[in-house]
């Protein structure tokens, strides 16, 4: 069975210094670990997004609808040698004008975008018609680490009700201090948890999940 071992929110380490150290005192080294594990997923969950640095990451999007204010390839408007090229491509295939540009991915920084980083971006279409094609980098602008919008420049063949499939890697690679915080606290929180309850700690296991969900509010999927 595959392990899942994303990069923690918060390390054993964080959780072995200050005020949460005497929970963990009787934990080991692996244990600790996979406590990590637990509460970075926890967190996930209940955000309802990915937060950790994740790869191959795999989505499917139905193309659908052309955005009103895109620009038809028949404007006659002068541009770049590549857009005309471009769009000579595109009145090729047939549709220039027709033709859907953008896809939002599932995952992107609720805040924070400097902190985001996505990477090996891969998008194929299966087309309405029938085919499969791959989109080559040089077609795609984006993703936008505030939003995850994806764009396809004009001269991609890709018309409505096309299937989608991207992979990609994406996630914080600097960790939002605040989600560092979450992380510790619902890692208290399992920590409190699982000691024998005769022992005292002085730690409610309750109100140190309540607090992690109060940070992490700010980073749900709405």
């Excluded at 029938?130 to 919008?149: K, M, T, Y």
């Excluded at 002085?202 to 109100?207: L, Q």
Aim: aromatic share 6%.
């Amino acid at each position: 069975m595959a392990v899942d071992s994303p990069v923690p929110l918060a390390t054993a380490d964080d959780l072995q210094v200050g005020q949460f150290a005497d929970l963990v005192r009787g934990f080991s080294p692996e244990a600790l670990d996979v406590l990590m594990v637990e509460a970075t997923r926890l967190c996930e969950d209940a955000c309802g997004r990915r937060l950790a640095p994740f790869t191959g990451l795999p989505e499917s999007h139905r193309a659908q609808g052309i955005d009103p204010d895109e620009l038809p390839g028949d404007a006659g408007i002068p541009v770049s040698m590549q857009a005309t090229l471009n769009m000579s491509y595109a009145n090729a295939l047939g549709g220039a004008g027709s033709m859907v540009r953008h896809v939002w991915l599932n995952e992107f920084a609720p805040r924070y975008p400097d902190l985001w980083q996505y990477g090996n971006l891969s998008v194929s279409l299966i087309l309405s018609q029938g085919g499969l094609q791959r989109v080559g980098p040089a077609q795609i602008v984006g993703a936008e680490p505030d939003s995850g919008h994806v764009w396809f420049q004009l001269g991609t063949f890709l018309p409505p009700g096309s299937l989608i499939r991207v992979q990609y890697d994406g996630g914080y690679q600097t960790m939002p201090a605040s989600l560092a915080r979450a992380g510790k606290l619902m890692a208290a929180s399992l920590a409190a948890t699982e000691l024998d309850p005769m022992v005292q700690t002085g730690h409610d296991a309750g109100a140190l999940r309540e607090q992690a969900e109060k940070i992490l509010a700010s980073y749900a999927r709405t």
